[in-house]
């Protein structure tokens, strides 16, 4: 049998993943539960073929695409993500999708590609929470200006299976109006800043705006749904270069910080760095409301 050899192509490549899909046999049965998963993933497909793009393949609760333009990847994300958090049940089983994508060279073969652009595309949807869209640079600079306004950097990464750091931007899946920014989103101001993250908006902590309050509350900064948080829960505050989490609940705060285990702060404070996790009156594999944040320069 002969059989052609693979040819090398410049594609943008995007994974797709389906979040919260697993609880969704026991919350509501496996009949209900495959139709939903089921539907999400027509959209996916959907999503791609309508921006002139290829299924390679579906990946469990996923999809694996190329596209000849970034520009066609990002509106496929942004199509995703839009469709699916306006089906009726996502907000109710909080369900969405976390997508990611990299723009290089791959090998194709047969029905299927191959190289390191797809382990580092399939890394940045793995690295990517809930509603949102991690890029590489290599993407972001090939999208057009129409994209640009919704393109923010990130801290380079270290990608497992990659010997390289890799460089990294969010493409906000929201609409701008949802999208809060306090302060300037540049990383080379040469100051010390927190990148905070919840419910598709991110706030910018520092010296010009130097505290965040979270909780139930209706007059914190950040509003946390979780049953388990208290209405006044912690404060992340700015203070001398440092970036100090304070605890004022009665269930504790569950500090997650990426590379290091999961400690729970009660009535305490304690300095966080790098990028990591809040979750709120439970461990954050339990929680139904997280705070994630990156601490820049």
Not at 131 to 155: C, D, Y
Not at 160 to 189: F, H, P, W, Y
Not at 199 to 205: E, K
Request: proline letters at 3%; glycine letters at 10%.
């Amino acid at each position: 049998m002969i059989q052609t050899p693979p040819r090398s192509r410049e594609r943008a490549v995007l994974f797709a993943d389906l979040v919260g899909s697993t609880q969704l046999y026991e919350r509501m049965g496996d009949t209900a539960a495959f139709a939903l998963i089921d539907r999400c993933l027509n959209i996916m497909s959907d999503a791609v073929i309508g921006s002139s793009g290829t299924v390679i393949k579906m990946t469990g609760d996923g999809l694996l695409a190329t596209f000849r333009a970034c520009d066609h990847a990002a509106e496929t994300a942004l199509s995703i993500h839009h469709e699916i958090d306006g089906l009726p049940l996502a907000s109710h089983f909080a369900l969405g999708v976390r997508t990611g994508f990299h723009y290089g060279p791959v090998l194709e073969a047969g029905n299927d590609i191959f190289g390191e652009s797809v382990n580092i595309a399939a890394r940045l949807s793995e690295l990517a929470s809930h509603g949102r869209a991690i890029i590489s640079t290599e993407a972001a600079v090939r999208l057009s200006e129409h994209w640009q306004p919704k393109v923010r950097p990130m801290p380079p990464r270290v990608v497992k299976g990659v010997a390289r750091s890799v460089e990294l931007c969010e493409l906000m899946c929201k609409d701008s109006d949802n999208v809060t920014q306090i302060g300037g989103l540049t990383l080379n101001t040469g100051r010390v800043e927190m990148r905070v993250y919840h419910g598709g908006r991110v706030w910018l902590l520092g010296a010009e705006h130097p505290r965040l309050r979270m909780g139930r509350d209706a007059e914190v900064d950040i509003a946390i749904k979780d049953a388990r948080a208290s209405r006044q829960h912690c404060d992340l505050e700015f203070r001398r270069d440092r970036f100090v989490l304070t605890d004022r609940s009665s269930n504790g705060t569950f500090v997650t910080i990426e590379g290091r285990q999961e400690f729970a702060l009660t009535r305490e404070e304690v300095i966080v760095d790098g990028h990591g996790w809040l979750a709120f009156g439970s461990p954050r594999s339990a929680a139904s409301d997280v705070v994630e944040f990156f601490c820049l320069g």
